[in-house]
């Protein structure tokens, strides 16, 4: 296992069209973790899934946004209807769900949207 | 609340040492971490420190926490090229979430 893996690497969208970006966790990892990061700052929090189980969303995340992980693996994030301001970079993170949360980022899916 | 707070830029000459600090607000937090982000890649994790200790050492890095302050800092021994990159710390929150700063850029200069 080569580590958190994230498809597309970029993706370059129209506003108002739909995207969806896939993460692939380390196999054993229970936890998944959706992060945003925007030029200058540092990741912030959208949501969070052990196994399946969606179990915390941010205030960030509006009704535009929709997190899946079906089958407790592979994860996949949607943003619908996008506009300007959602141009980031998505991270996602798994964990394996001990005490010590060490989690470990992919290298991310840049978003722009014109 | 959430805020973490980094200054934003160092540089420093290749060799010499570069300390990077930090200050939280959340005093549960039980674990604190530094990342370090290159350009276009995600965060690797450097290193962390588990709250009821005051410090941290990993081969050329030195982590120190004041509790008391709520400060981190991350001390870099030797300081090399690679090293060039963002620093973020992050402090677990409920959920087991973490909460990170808006890094620090460092600068290595040959």
């Known amino acids: 296992d080569t580590g958190v893996s994230q498809n597309p690497r970029h993706k370059i969208t129209k506003r108002g069209q739909n995207v969806t970006f896939r993460c692939d966790p380390i196999?054993?990892?229970?936890?998944l973790y959706w992060y945003r990061q925007t030029l200058g700052q540092g990741p912030e929090f959208l949501t969070y899934?052990?196994?399946?189980?969606?179990?915390?969303k941010s205030r960030l995340l509006s009704d535009r946004f929709s997190a899946e992980r079906p089958k407790g693996s592979f994860s996949t994030l949607e943003i619908q209807r996008t506009e300007q301001g959602d141009s980031a970079m998505y991270l996602c993170?798994?964990?394996?769900?001990?005490?010590?949360?060490?989690?470990?980022f992919g290298s991310g899916t840049q978003l722009s949207v014109l | 609340g959430e805020d973490v707070e980094q200054s934003l830029f160092l540089s420093v000459r290749e060799g010499d040492s570069s300390v990077i600090n930090c200050t939280y607000t959340d005093s549960s937090s039980t674990y604190l971490y530094w990342y370090k982000q290159e350009p276009g890649a995600g965060l690797q994790l450097l290193t962390y420190?588990?709250?009821?200790?005051d410090m941290k050492q990993d081969q050329r890095l030195t982590v120190l926490l004041n509790k008391k302050d709520k400060h981190l800092s991350l001390r870099i021994a030797d300081t090399q090229t690679g090293d060039s990159a963002i620093y973020f710390c992050a402090e677990s929150m409920r959920n087991n979430r973490l909460a990170f700063g808006k890094g620090n850029q460092v600068v290595v200069i040959p």
């Open positions: 420190i588990f709250s009821n200790m």
């Open positions: 899934f052990q196994n399946e189980a969606q179990l915390e």
């Open positions: 196999s054993e990892h229970n936890r």
């Open positions: 993170a798994s964990s394996f769900g001990s005490e010590n949360e060490k989690l470990f």
